[in-house]
Antibody, heavy 115, light 104 residues
Framework: EVHLVESGGGLVKPGGSLRLSCAASGFTFINAWMSWVRQAPGKGLEWVGRIRSKTAGGTTDCAAPVKTRFTVSRDDSTNTLYLQMSSLKTDDTAVYYC??????WGQGTLVTVSS | DIQMTQSPSSLSASVGDRVTITCRASQSISRDLNWYQHKPGTAPELLIYGASSLQNGVPSRFSGSGSGTDFTLTINSLQPEDFATYYCQQGHGTFGQGTEVEIK
């Protein structure tokens, strides 16, 4: 059975940093492209960033609103996906999901950016 | 970034109705298009991938079509459990704004 479990969310002040983790199991993580998606309160789903599998180059892309502040990375030895977030803004307050870009999603972790 | 424009933003429908939601990409994405159903407090559920392939376990009243820049999600004979928000997404990329399907 596939499991994606996010962790690392919480309350952080504007300008602060946070690293989210996503522990994956039940599928061949090393071959999977992975993404982060968020949903701010009362808003729709927003794609945050993706990382390709190592065989596809392992490169990353992030959405324009976070491109200079967020970094997606992976550790295929531990089947873990990461989202490093810096210079956080109140607009980054959201539930953050990791996903394989199709059917597998975590339960989400809440990030609240507030003073 | 590729932009995904979804319409309508909301609609009211009755049980048994046929519902159609459209999604337009700002440039060709071939058939790299997913459709999701999302209910509050839960993770999104994949309905359609590759523009027209039905995800395992999803009822056959859901169907998808299109390629290039124009895509459609159709729900035949809307059921009570189908009232939710629907999103299109370029694979590993941008989402549409969502379509909220409400009970008439």
């Amino acid at each position: 059975e596939v499991h994606l479990v996010e962790s690392g969310g919480g309350l952080v002040k504007p300008g602060g940093s946070l690293r989210l983790s996503c522990a994956a199991s039940g599928f061949t993580f090393i071959n999977a492209w992975m993404s982060w998606v968020r949903q701010a309160p009362g808003k729709g789903l927003e794609w945050v960033g993706r990382i390709r599998s190592k065989t596809a180059g392992g490169t990353t892309d992030c959405a324009a609103p976070v491109k200079t502040r967020f970094t997606v990375s992976r550790d295929d030895s531990t089947n873990t996906l990461y989202l490093q977030m810096s210079s956080l803004k109140t607009d980054d307050t959201a539930v953050y999901y990791c996903t394989d870009g199709r059917a597998y999603w975590g339960q989400g972790t809440l990030v609240t950016v507030s003073s | 970034d590729i932009q995904m424009t979804q319409s309508p933003s909301s609609l009211s429908a009755s049980v048994g109705d046929r519902v159609t939601i459209t999604c337009r990409a700002s440039q060709s994405i071939s058939r790299d298009l997913n459709w999701y159903q999302h209910k509050p407090g839960t993770a999104p559920e994949l309905l359609i991938y590759g523009a027209s392939s039905l995800q395992n376990g999803v009822p056959s009243r859901f169907s998808g079509s299109g390629s290039g820049t124009d895509f459609t999600l159709t729900i035949n004979s809307l059921q009570p459990e189908d009232f939710a928000t629907y999103y299109c997404q370029q694979g590993h990329g941008t989402f549409g704004q969502g379509t909220e399907v409400e009970i008439k």
